[in-house]
């Protein structure tokens, strides 16, 4: 059964600093993986889409990457800003074994301080 | 990217009445619809998954007769939360993907449903 964790579950930084988020999953027969942000009491924004065959992904100052093998996604935030503060989900859907099923993390929360 | 919109916004209705909760797809036909759930400090909970024209399936645990889902189009979804209690409160959020189940899936902006 696919598990995906996210660390650290809570992170603040100052304005301006470069960030990396983590999250793991234990099934790496993965069809893709996404990335969101979700602001307080909103529903979810896309960030980026991984397909199982890529490495990484790359829109504006984000940047996620991919390692099935190791059974790891990163999502890199470059010189963070005040706004970027959100709860960020990585969500992994299984492949066809599993029905393709979107399997969530339980997000970090990011707060970025001016 | 694609858009999904979800009307209403919020809602507060007393025990015992039916609230109904309305998804679309803006800009793309989506035959297959998610709805979720989302508790305080929690992650996302498939309810269901809605299919244009036929029934919907329902995950475990989640009571098909207690939360109705019509599809009755390829751009409309909705979710009936019949004889609403204050346990159903919840941020109800639904979700398309526009290049097939398996692709990008994009997110309504929820719906903050309240049961006095």
């Known amino acids: 059964k696919q598990e995906v964790t996210q660390i650290p579950a809570a992170l603040s930084v100052p304005e301006g600093e470069n960030l990396v988020l983590n999250c793991s999953f234990t099934?790496?027969?993965?069809?893709?993986l996404q990335w969101f942000r979700q602001d307080p009491g909103k529903g979810l924004t896309s960030l980026l889409l991984?397909?199982?065959s890529q490495r990484e992904q790359t829109s504006g100052r984000l940047n996620a990457s991919l390692d099935k093998s190791s059974g790891r996604s990163t999502l890199y935030i470059a010189a963070s800003q005040p706004g970027d503060s959100a709860t960020y989900l990585c969500?992994?859907?299984?492949?066809?074994?599993?029905?393709?099923?979107?399997?969530w993390g339980a997000g970090t929360k990011l707060i970025i301080k001016p | 990217g694609a858009v999904v919109s979800q009307h209403p916004s919020w809602v507060i209705c007393k025990s015992g009445t039916s609230v109904k909760i309305e998804c679309r797809s803006l800009?793309?036909?989506?035959?297959?619809m998610f709805w979720y759930r989302q508790f305080p400090k929690q992650s996302l909970m498939l309810m269901a998954t809605?299919?244009?024209?036929?029934?919907?399936?329902?995950e475990q645990g989640v009571e098909k007769d207690k939360f109705l889902i019509n599809h009755a189009s390829l751009t409309l979804s909705t979710l009936t939360v019949t004889s609403a209690h204050p346990e159903d409160s919840s941020f109800y959020i639904c979700?398309?993907?526009?290049?097939?189940?398996?692709?990008?899936?994009?997110f309504g902006p929820g719906t903050r449903l309240t049961v006095l």
């Open positions: 979700s398309a993907n526009p290049g097939g189940i398996y692709n990008e899936q994009f």
């Open positions: 099934d790496s027969a993965i069809y893709n």
């Open positions: 969500a992994v859907r299984g492949s066809r074994d599993s029905n393709y099923q979107l399997i």
């Open positions: 800009d793309f036909q989506a035959t297959t």
């Open positions: 991984i397909q199982s």
């Open positions: 809605s299919n244009e024209g036929s029934k919907a399936t329902y």
